[in-house]
């Protein structure tokens, strides 16, 4: 059974720290560290003005940041064998290939808001899965933006610094990364706090603490990576987004949350899949609503429930489910999950179960046995306990 460890923040700041020695022959300034997420639910609805209730991870990206002599800015990776070099000046949307374009695409995206950033050396070290819709992307671009802002003497704890950065993380991966992401991830990866998750309006960035601490209940809020591949960039997340971008022009709306008579709305879009994708949408943002609802009132057994029909609408009106997650959410339902769906983009990537503690175990046992009979590639699992946003370590 493969179980994904997050590490320990503080051993991993430290050797991030050697490593930029080993690099550059010097210390760094500091290294910072930003968590992956996990959406509790309200997928596909960030881009549409919608509402979500997303949670950071423990599994991060950590950043080690020094302000250079020159105008250079070097990115180097423990993951990745092909290093970033460039001058801070000429930084921008065409100039910035692979996974640096998510690092030096935040610099780009700082400096076009009026940061007044120097060249800079920066060593990054990723520990959120790779393509399993965790939001390794906003993890590195929110290390590297906290990095960078403090090096300049930043407040990191001022509210609107903090959200200025996340809007060059979102710029950074729309614009330099080519991923149009609607803003969520990088959220919660800088404003999350421990034992929460994060009610986020996406019309206005208004953003509100909910208290979510599963261990308490006794309950593990269990993540499976199903392996299947997942990307942003591949087109299907570009074409969902269309789709609402359409309805909303038809129906006369900057953002289909500012639609007000929902039924109306669906009766007049009479290309069907617009109409399922809209619906999909509606109903998303009610199923948030209500599950802030059942964590206030620690009804686990109607979140469950919640989760459930989250990922029907996902996998029937918004078409972005795949055989493994919807293989994963059966399995766990029948082996005693309380409730299970598809987090993240879709496509591929993780989905989350809420399950008692005493019964995860056995949950694991059967989607690797369900795995196995398919003859697919073994899930993995990790536990997420909600998180700390971004934040310096050294």
């Known amino acids: 059974m493969q179980n994904l460890e997050a590490g320990d923040p503080a051993t991993l700041a430290e050797k991030l720290a050697e490593h930029f020695r080993d690099v550059h022959g010097r210390d760094p300034r500091g290294v910072y560290t930003a968590p992956g997420r996990v959406n509790l639910i309200g997928e596909h609805v960030d881009y549409n003005g919608g509402l979500c209730l997303p949670m ?29 070099d460039g001058r801070v000046g000429s ?44 939001s ?31 809007r060059a993380c979102m710029r950074a991966e729309s614009e330099v990364a080519g991923a149009p992401t609607g803003g969520m991830d990088q959220t919660i990866s800088v404003l999350a706090e421990d034992a929460s998750a994060l009610l986020l309006d996406c019309r206005d960035w208004s953003t509100r603490l909910v208290g979510w601490d599963p261990r308490s209940a006794d309950l593990d809020l269990l993540v499976v990576d199903t392996k299947a591949s997942h990307s ?18 038809i129906l006369g709306v900057e953002l289909l949350r500012d639609v007000d008579d929902q039924s109306a709305a669906l009766d007049q879009l009479h290309d069907d899949q617009l109409r399922r994708r809209v619906r999909h949408v509606f109903s998303e943002i009610d199923r948030v609503r209500r599950a802030v609802e059942q964590l206030e009132a620690d009804d686990y057994s ?8 989250s990922h029907e609408s996902l996998r029937d009106d918004y078409e972005v489910s795949c055989s493994e997650l919807d293989a994963v959410v059966e399995v766990s339902l029948k082996h005693g999950a309380l409730g299970a769906r598809m987090t993240g983009g879709g496509f591929g990537g993780s989905a989350i179960v809420l399950v008692g503690s005493d019964e995860a175990p056995a949950v694991r046992r059967a989607v690797e046995a369900a795995y196995d009979d398919r003859g697919w590639d073994a899930p993995a699992f990790l536990l997420a306990p909600p998180s700390p946003g971004a934040r310096r370590l050294l």
Do not use: K, N
């Open 302 to 309: 109607g979140l469950g429930a919640t989760f459930v029909a």
């Open 232 to 249: 942003l960039g591949d087109g299907g997340y570009g074409a969902r987004r269309a789709d609402c971008e359409r309805a909303a022009e």
């Open 136 to 166: 390794s992307s906003a993890a590195l671009e929110c290390s590297v933006a906290l990095a960078a802002a403090d090096l300049v003497g930043a407040d990191l704890s001022d509210h609107e610094t903090l959200r200025r950065l996340v």
């Open 56 to 84: 950071a991870l423990p599994h991060s990206t950590y950043a080690a940041i020094d302000r250079r002599d020159d105008d250079r800015v070097t990115v180097v990776s423990a993951q990745e064998p092909d290093a970033f």
């Open 91 to 134: 930084l921008g949307p065409d100039t910035i290939d692979g996974w640096a374009a998510y690092a030096a695409g935040v610099l780009w995206a700082m400096r076009e808001d009026g940061w007044d950033l120097p060249g800079v050396d920066v060593v990054v070290d990723g520990h959120v899965p790779l393509g399993a819709g965790l």
